[in-house]
């Protein structure tokens, strides 16, 4: 018998979209469509995501710009059903997720103080000195170098708390709940937020991914996601060794738009949070705060 013809090639235009970024039934990716969906979907939140819930309606909207499909009721037909839904949900955590993550990468290049064993040419620790290290970045992963990913979450365990405390001698829990150390220093004898000299290139180069201008809702949004970020899970086995450490990931149920908004009110409020940072500053003033002496 004859062979059989080939196979026909997708049509061109929509058709051929559709089959390039289609996912399986049960699928989460729109294959390499997924980029410029993600791109379109964090601009989304950017923009208008952070301080509330976004409708299926935007979402979708933001997955047709990035498909290059046309705004028609059959795209959003399309779109609203399975497996497509699930592949636009999965991009909406994600971008949340990206933001939690960069915020913790864009804080790696911060200095802080580690004990280092100092020992003998027996290799016995004598004694311990204090030397600045910084935040190794976040690029090793535990299978593919477990010694330098070890390395770097031991020095991590030591220096990430007393980044996330108040500058002594203050505590976050007596009036001071967002105070902490990454960004706060004392400063002629008084606490004030944002003053920390490796904030701004941190904040800086936060930025620098997104290419966007910093907002009241972003920088509440950057103050809220660290700790989280910097708080290690713990796993252990039934005997209760420990058998793995984790960085912190993002969780919607710690990561609330209440605690965002509670973040916000603190920025806005010069007596709770005295400043003399000039994006903060530029902030405040252009949501109508207008005495911020300090």
Known sequence: PAPPPPARPPAGGRAARIAAWSPEQGGQSFGRWRAPVKKQTLKLILNNGLDRVLSLDELITAAIVGLKLPNTRESRTLLSSPPWLGAIGTIKRGT?????TLALRSLCNFPFAVDHEVTDANGEVIDYESRDTITEPLLTKS?????IYARMVGNHKVGFPKLLAAP?????????PFAHSFHATIVEGRLLNF???????TIADFLSYLDVLLTLNLLATFVMVLPQ???FKVTKDATGAVVKEEYGKWDSSCCTFEKLEEIKAWLLNPDSCPTR????LDIRRAHGVVNQAV
Do not use: K, V
């Open 168 to 176: 002594q001698p203050y505590h976050l829990r007596n009036g001071f």
């Open 277 to 280: 940072w000039q994006r903060l």
């Open 143 to 147: 299978s593919t170098n477990p010694i």
């Open 195 to 201: 003053s920390h000299p490796d904030f701004e290139p």
């Open 96 to 100: 949340y997720s990206f933001l939690h």
């Open 229 to 231: 970020a910097m708080t």
